[in-house]
């Protein structure tokens, strides 16, 4: 039987991007969280791939009872940790599809799965909401048993996560950041070839639309630009390429100059040489 626990935190002044930003755009935080509680000091943190997706690898503890123990066989277990993020209404909501798999013999007889939700307030705060459901096979008599601890742990980590979250953002949200900047910086914003505009027209793979910065109104506009440039740039191609053979024919000229003088050269020193002995042999 599947069992679900779940735990909510309120960030005030502080939009759901920026949160995202905060603890999962950039991988400080959650390096930081891994060596602390888990005490792991290697965890990857990598980059999101193409936009929207990446995997985490971390270790942790296992405090379990010895049967569970037993189970594992380790006293660290490594996990690796798929995540998906998707964007909807114009990033005022931000879920995140956390799917942890532990590295171990039988890891397919454990299953659980997490939901970050991050939304607006509607008053320039976030609420975000960690729901995990949790599920587990083998013999009858310990199902339950397993699955009890899973859902214990999972709300254990889901407290702790929020409130090391919520620590951390209130920290941060208060330096001397430059918002703009970091919105700038989330995966779902994705540049076009000219730099510094965004431009609408691409989904996230769950299917919702993500957030852009230009208007549709004004893409038509950016495309003519882009137009222009891409047509001064044949024309600059053009012309270095007509000076180039410019170049070529007159570098050969001067090959041709420079060797009849130096051919001039050879005759008349040749033929001072033969007055010279001409005049001596008189």
């Not at 970050?116 to 587990?136: P, Q």
């Not at 209130?170 to 431009?199: D, N, S, Y």
């Not at 003519?224 to 047509?231: K, L």
Request: some cysteine; hydrophobic content about 35%; glycine content about 8%.
């Amino acid at each position: 039987m599947t069992r679900t626990v779940s735990g909510t935190i309120h960030v005030g002044q502080c939009s759901p991007e920026l949160y995202f930003w905060f603890v999962y755009g950039d991988p400080e935080f959650l390096k930081s969280y891994h060596k602390r509680v888990n005490g792991d000091e290697e965890a990857l943190v990598p980059d999101w791939e193409d936009g929207m997706e990446r995997q985490i690898v971390f270790t942790l503890p296992i405090n379990a009872p010895v049967v569970i123990q037993r189970l594992i066989g380790a006293e660290r277990l490594g996990v690796f940790e798929t995540q998906k993020v998707s964007v909807h209404d114009n990033g005022r909501e931000i879920v995140l599809d956390s799917e942890p798999r532990p590295q171990m013999p039988g890891a397919d007889r454990f299953s659980s799965d997490s939901v970050v939700r991050m939304c607006d307030d509607g008053h320039g705060g976030c609420d975000v909401t960690i729901t995990v459901s949790c599920e587990a096979s083998g013999p009858y008599g310990l199902i339950s048993t397993i699955e009890h601890y899973m859902a214990e742990t999972a709300k254990k980590n889901i407290d702790e996560l929020l409130e090391n979250c919520l620590e951390y953002v209130e920290q941060v949200k208060m330096e001397e950041v430059e918002h703009e900047e970091v919105l700038g910086c989330l995966p779902w914003r994705i540049p076009t070839q000219t730099a510094g505009v965004f431009v609408d027209g691409t989904s996230t793979k769950s299917g919702s639309v993500a957030y852009y910065d230009v208007a549709e109104d004004q893409i038509d506009e950016v495309m003519t630009v882009v137009r222009r440039i891409e047509e001064r740039m044949h024309a600059l191609e053009t012309q270095i390429g007509m000076q180039r053979e410019v170049h070529v024919r007159v570098g050969v000229d001067k090959s041709v100059w420079v060797l009849m003088g130096c051919g001039m050269a050879v005759y008349l020193l040749s033929s001072l040489y033969k007055r010279q002995y001409y005049i001596n042999s008189v």
